[in-house]
């Protein structure tokens, strides 16, 4: 039987870069993580940190899952709204209610893509421009505080207004006569599975989505992601976050990549770790122009974070306590 591990109170915050397998919902994998920390760290249920991801993974795709810890859950925001990279495959012939392979086809067709020029030139469309996108019934989207899909379990399918998405890339790489390979870089919130319906439309055919990969999320990539089930054997082995860097990221480091910083002196930090507004008077002169946020730093100490109003103004979006 395993000794029981000392208790560690101050759990480090920061985040933590998952391989999400294809299968359990985001949800489960959250509820694994959370059971894995506990256990490897002796920490009782009700006094595990705060722990929550930055934008759901169907249970069927895998890839980039990112895991905030603590103190950094509250910058969720920021890493939701970051642009995603994907890579999947799409199969032509048929349609499913789900836009997935996860359900029986609901129709079928003979029609098919003519070539991979064909759809590549199809694919160009969508990124000619915003493109705006029913939301599909079986997604996580609320309306009214209830998600759709516990609507469309109930056979209720309800009108959504369009969501506009911008595709910064769709590329088509390879056909084999049925199934189309493609990588995608896409604005958040944008829905695959409508994105691959949306295109076989397009060419007067039937598509689904039949496999989907998360390669990177803003500034986070998949190649440093680590599985849920290493995870465990690595902590089991040794409860340490740091010792899974790169997949581990101290919240200190979390817009080092991505986000420019201003490094302000400690009577500076102090006033805007109070919370204090004028204090930004001063510092505008060092902040980027052309930006829309900014972070803030003491040494190498995340202070907040600052962001343009709608009248163009900073202000203080994020701040975190100084002493």
């Avoid at 933590?16 to 490897?40: M, N």
């Avoid at 691959?196 to 999320?217: E, F, H, K, N, P």
């Avoid at 400690?266 to 204090?279: F, I, K, P, R, T």
Wanted: charged share 25%; glycine share 8%; net charge positive.
């Amino acid at each position: 039987m395993m000794e029981p591990r000392p208790f560690q109170k101050a759990f480090p915050n920061g985040a933590l870069v998952l391989h999400k397998v294809a299968g359990p919902t985001s949800f489960g994998v959250i509820q694994d993580v959370k059971r894995i920390v506990s256990e490897a760290f002796a920490i009782p249920w009700r006094q595990l940190p705060k722990v929550g991801h930055t934008g759901t993974l169907d249970p069927f795709a895998e890839g980039l899952l990112l895991v905030l810890f603590g103190k950094a859950t509250k910058l969720s925001d920021y890493f939701l709204k970051a642009d995603k990279r994907y890579e999947g495959e799409i199969l032509f012939g048929h349609t499913t209610p789900t836009g997935d392979n996860t359900v029986p086809p609901s129709q079928e067709t003979t029609v098919l893509p003519a070539s991979l020029e064909a759809i590549q030139e199809a694919a160009l469309h969508f990124t000619s421009g915003p493109y705006d996108q029913i939301p599909p019934m079986y997604s996580a989207k609320k309306v009214e505080g209830k998600p759709l899909y516990k609507l469309a379990r109930q056979g209720i399918e309800i009108e959504r207004e369009p969501k506009t998405c911008t595709l910064s890339s769709f590329e088509i790489t390879s056909w084999d006569g049925l199934r189309a390979r493609f990588k995608l870089h896409c604005t958040s919130g944008t829905y695959v599975r409508t994105l691959a319906q949306d295109l076989a439309v397009r060419m007067g055919s039937l598509a689904v989505l039949s496999q989907l990969t998360r390669t990177s999320s803003g500034p986070f990539d998949l190649s440093d992601g680590i599985r849920v089930s290493d995870l465990r054997e690595k902590l089991l082995k040794s409860p340490s976050m740091p010792e899974l860097a790169p997949a581990w990221i101290p919240m200190n480091d979390l817009f080092r990549k991505g986000m420019e910083g201003v490094q302000l002196s400690y009577h500076e930090a102090l006033q805007v770790s109070e919370g204090h507004q004028n204090a930004l008077q001063r510092l505008q002169p060092r902040f980027t122009t052309e930006k829309r946020t900014m972070a803030l730093y003491h040494e190498s100490r995340l202070l907040g974070v600052v962001g343009r109003n709608s009248y163009g103004q900073w202000e203080l979006e994020r701040v975190f306590s100084l002493r």
